[in-house]
């Protein structure tokens, strides 16, 4: 990732977009002061001109006065709130605008359109970057926005994939902070956009984090697109011009069903599936058509409500009025897709209505067209003994029905002849979250068969994946007849962790398993077998291979085993050898077991050159470690000898799958008997059953809580904190304080303690209110509370902290006094200090304080904030304390220095943080005089024999040449920077600046201007 920055990003987007036929422009050169202006002010974030070319040229039948009137009132806000303003917009948007004027001595009342939806090549498409926008003393520059007829539709906001810092989370921050500060330019937005050119997602204004999706498709047909970045795959899939007016025409809802408003856009397989629905639909409907329009199995959770309404808004449009029947077969399921529909109506253009009687239906279909009528099949049973009377003989009705295979086939049989009388022309279509069942006709002769399929298998027909095979090659366990009842495929899972920490686990169920699985004769036996096995898979085709084992004892007796038939695939050297065992450990494990036990860094370097398919290494033996999220696309043999189950084995045996040049397919290796397992898995991945309410066993989400739990109270082994829930609030303050600075005495305390706290709540949350959780509550309480403190003490301010699940709130609300906003300097036991952290009295505090890791911690935290905020004016400066406060915490970390070295050493830093406040006053220059000064090279032999005063002399002049040449954008200008250059060595040129030094000079202080010139450009 060397060398790739976010700049390059953009470049790259930009170009994208130029292929898709967009014009693109560099927002400082259409800006008011730039050599071509396109606006007047810098708030203006509508380009006028175009959007008033584009409608004269959209509307030529309405007078000039009407189309002038439009375009105010685009530009003009009604509301005070910005979904509110948005909504207003996205209506005159898909809409149109109504007006009205006086032709001919009569009131006329028209349609001004923004957007040729038809014919999108009608409309001009511009993408514009770094495009700012000043608003309430707010200046802001959002990395690219895509406008449509002159309106700023789309926002790009890109980070840099080489920096880890700038994660796709942050930029959606930054769409948030943008909203909140220049919210003008929001009121027209349609949809919001993140990528760190490599991974991509879209949302709205409303949409979470998590709601903002990959788009992973360009022609409709889920692409394999493997050597597509997910970036590409947006812009192309959803910028280009047909999709994007598509989209804003019928794929956005506004959902009013709760207190607030929720904007909705279409996932991709949604959009492509309602279109291909709609076709279908029109297909049928012909005079040619049979009717049966088809299903749509979109899995449960997928969003299957919201296609069908998606559905029915753009059908709507398509064919000529049609009257659209919504079908369930329960009243529950109909006051739920009603509901759907009901918050649906920016879409749908009319009000859906639900039929509360037979006669009440038959009134509601008796129109010549129009109209969406939701009712229950029951509502088609005529009375006995009578025929169903015919409701409409009109081919535009279209009859939608959820969940349509799930009724009984008799009822099914009756339903459709009913209908079929009633509504003897419709045509049908189903949608369903469960597959059909294999031969079931009868719903197939009423609908036809699928339009679109959403389900995993998809992806190996896409060319995504290769297909996994399976082979049975049981290895028998040493089992006596009484000891057959304790194989259970449901027994409890322990994680590496809690096999570590508990030294119950010997009287446990998983123990005595362990101990038949791992037995000495059974383990000869496996390895014998393998190495026979997979020496013969390589002589078919190069790559690697993966055993999976119980316990981390039987992975070190296996390769112990192996190695005794092939001596020459061991190797001491972590890059070379044939065979690893990747595991977790620690110092306390067996003394045979240390040469595998390797830290991070170490395991992160051995799983790339694992992954590296000439490396040498083409065996490895885990337990838990790289089952999930790892890809090794070489793979192609995994032996399984440990029991899995759901969703585990499923990620596991996807290790396989991966495409690797002429890779057929992986292969599963079972030696211990998890065919049954491997099928229920299957099955209920690609079968869906039911109607989607999952059937969740609480006793295994119970079991991987009691695992956390273990885990997380060994972070805490020799701590005394079991009487935190009955303590008074003073001694609970104490217990968190004591308890945190407990964690941060440990290796990696503070990020071990935030993963497993994390991840005992939200197991906890799934495992209440089980007699078991209820009794580990109180000790979750602690836990959360000392994690939240150390967040406190150590956090940025700006980091992102997940929120906690509501339900585990909720339990817990009585108990989390660390939810409350907390002091920290109280709880430190320290004065909160009242000018500078920097005073000598404060100092002297902390540097007593008992609690001496949590001090480090604190004291490090608060130097931070003094840097950052130093380092808005000074870049030398706080360059030069970074350096000093990164090696010192470096060492604090490393273990170098304990923590009362590390407090003193902070202790003088913080010094002379303080005295270098006070160098300006000695010097007779202000903060940004001294700034430039310090630019200029102050500790380099060569500038120092100018001497102090003709320093000063040239930082003074170099602040009043650069105030006088900072505008706003400056640093996107060339021309301005260039004028800048000139500017800045014809100063020190004047002085006799070292020419040899000029150079560096002169970067080093246009980076300072950088630095102060939006404080400066905006005063």
């Not at 994939?161 to 959606?172: I, Q, S």
């Not at 929720?262 to 005079?287: E, F, G, R």
């Not at 039987?554 to 990747?582: A, Q, S, T």
Request: glycine share 6%; net charge negative.
């Amino acid at each position: 990732m060397k060398g790739i920055n976010e700049d390059m990003v953009e470049q790259e987007a930009l170009e994208i977009l130029q292929e898709l036929g967009y014009e693109i422009l560099h927002g400082p050169d259409i800006s008011p002061d730039g050599p071509t202006p396109m606006r007047d002010l810098y708030s203006d974030v509508v380009i006028v001109e175009i959007l008033r070319n584009a409608i004269n040229r959209l509307n030529p039948d309405i007078p000039p006065i009407a189309r002038e009137e439009a375009v105010k009132k685009i530009l003009r806000t009604d509301s005070p709130d910005l979904i509110t303003n948005n909504l207003h917009f996205h209506h005159l948007l898909t809409d149109g605008i109504t007006i009205t004027y006086r032709s001919n001595g009569r009131i006329v009342h028209d349609k001004v359109w923004l957007l040729d939806f038809q014919n999108p090549e009608n409309n001009t498409f511009t993408a514009i970057n770094q495009f700012t926008i000043i608003e309430n003393d707010n200046n802001r520059r959002p990395d690219i926005i895509l406008f449509v007829n002159g309106l700023p539709l789309v926002v790009i906001e890109l980070k840099n994939p080489a920096d880890e810092k700038a994660t796709l989370h942050n930029a959606y921050q930054q769409l948030q902070t943008y909203q909140s500060q220049i919210p003008s330019l929001f009121h027209f937005n349609e949809i919001l956009m993140i990528s760190d050119g490599m991974e991509a997602r879209a949302g709205t204004l409303t949409s979470d984090f998590q709601r903002f999706m990959p788009w992973k498709t360009i022609s409709g047909e889920k692409d394999a697109l493997l050597t597509m970045l997910e970036m590409e795959v947006l812009l192309r899939g959803m910028f280009n011009k047909k999709v994007l007016l598509d989209l804003i025409h019928h794929f956005i809802v506004y959902d009013d069903a709760e207190t607030t408003i929720k904007k909705k856009l279409a996932a991709y397989h949604q959009y492509h599936a309602v279109n291909k629905a709609v076709d279908a639909t029109i297909d049928a409907a012909s005079p040619e058509g049979d009717r049966r329009v088809g299903v749509v199995w979109h899995t449960q959770g997928s969003g299957k409500s919201l296609i069908m309404a998606f559905y029915a808004g753009k059908l709507v449009l398509e064919m000529d009025n049609p009257t659209l029947v919504v079908l369930t077969d329960r009243n529950d399921l109909d006051d739920q897709l009603f509901g759907t529909f009901k918050a649906s109506q920016n879409i749908l253009r009319q009000e859906p209505v639900q039929a509360d009687s037979r006669e009440n239906l038959q009134e509601l279909l008796q129109v010549a067209s129009g109209g969406i009528v939701f009712t229950t099949i029951q509502k088609f049973l005529p009375e006995k003994g009578t025929e169903y009377p015919t409701l409409s003989e009109r081919r535009n009705i279209v009859v939608i029905a959820d969940e349509a295979h799930r009724s009984q086939y008799d009822f099914i049989d009756g339903f459709a002849r009913h209908m079929r009388d009633a509504l003897p022309n419709a045509s049908f279509i189903g949608f369903t979250g469960t597959p059909l069942e294999r031969g079931d006709k009868n719903t197939v002769a009423v609908f036809g068969n699928y339009i679109d399929i959403y389900d995993i298998e998809q992806a190996v027909e896409d060319g995504a994946t290769v297909r996994i095979y399976y082979e049975n090659r049981l290895v028998k366990l040493d089992l006596k007849e009484e000891e057959k009842a304790l194989i259970d495929p449901q027994f409890d899972f322990v994680t590496e962790g809690q096999e570590m920490e508990s030294q119950e686990k010997l009287k446990s169920k998983w123990a005595r398993m362990e101990a038949i699985v791992g037995s000495q004769t059974r383990i000869k036996r496996v390895a014998k077998d393998l190495v026979d096995h997979f020496e013969e898979r390589l002589d078919a085709m190069d790559g690697k291979g993966m055993i999976v084992c119980m316990s981390r004892r039987i992975c070190i007796d296996l390769y112990n085993e192996i190695i005794k038939l092939r001596p020459e695939w061991h190797n001491d050297e972590d890059m070379h050898g044939f065979l690893k065992v990747v595991m977790t450990g620690s110092a306390t494990d067996p003394v045979d077991w240390q040469p595998h036990i390797r830290n991070k860094p170490r395991r992160r370097q051995l799983g790339d050159t694992f992954r590296d398919p000439n490396s040498p290494i083409k065996l490895v033996i885990v337990r838990d470690m790289w089952l999930t999220g790892f890809d090794v696309p070489s793979l192609h043999t995994m032996y399984i000898d440990k029991p899995m189950q759901g969703h585990g084995l499923m990620q596991t045996i996807a290790r396989v799958n991966r495409v690797y040049k002429d890779k057929e397919g992986g292969l599963i290796v079972d030696y211990l008997g998890i065919a049954t397992e491997l099928k229920k898995a299957l099955s209920q991945y690609t079968d869906g059953g039911g109607r989607g309410e999952i059937a969740f066993d609480q006793g295994k989400a119970v079991a991987i809580m009691m695992e956390k739990y273990e885990i997380v109270t060994g972070l805490f082994y020799g701590f005394n904190f079991h009487g935190f829930q009955k303590a008074d609030t003073g001694a609970k303050l104490k217990l968190m304080r004591d308890g945190s600075d407990f964690v941060l005495g440990q290796e990696d305390g503070k990020k071990r303690c935030f993963k497993y706290v994390n991840e005992l709540s939200k197991a906890f949350s799934l495992a209440v209110p089980h007699p078991q959780a209820m009794s580990i509550r109180d000790d979750l309480a602690f836990f959360k509370a000392v994690k939240n403190y150390i967040a406190k003490v150590t956090g940025d301010p700006q980091e992102h902290v997940e929120d906690v699940d509501l339900a585990i709130q909720q339990i817990l609300s009585t108990a989390l006094v660390s939810d409350e906003v907390l002091d920290l300097f109280q709880l430190a036991g320290l004065k909160k200090p009242d000018i500078s952290i920097l005073s000598d009295e404060f100092l002297m505090e902390v540097k007593d304080l008992e609690h001496k890791n949590t001090a480090a911690e604190l004291l490090k935290r608060l130097l931070n904030d003094e840097i950052r905020s130093i380092s808005r004016k000074n870049v030398i400066e706080a360059r030069s304390f970074t350096d000093m406060l990164e090696k010192t915490i470096n060492r604090y970390h490393n273990r170098n220095i304990e923590a009362v070295a590390v407090i003193e050493e902070l202790i003088e830093l913080a010094k002379k943080m303080r005295e270098a406040q006070n160098r300006g006053e000695d010097l007779g220059l202000t903060e940004y005089e001294l700034a430039f000064y310090d630019a200029l090279g102050v500790n380099d032999s060569a500038v120092q024999v100018l001497g102090d005063d003709v320093l000063r002399e040239i930082a003074m002049e170099l602040v009043k040449a650069i105030k006088s040449n900072i505008t706003i954008d400056w640093t996107l200008r060339e021309s301005v920077q260039a004028k800048m250059r000139v500017a800045v060595k014809r100063i020190l040129k004047k002085y006799d600046y070292p020419p040899d030094k000029q150079k560096l000079a002169v970067k080093t202080v246009l980076e300072q201007a950088n630095r102060v010139c939006e404080e400066w450009a905006s005063a």
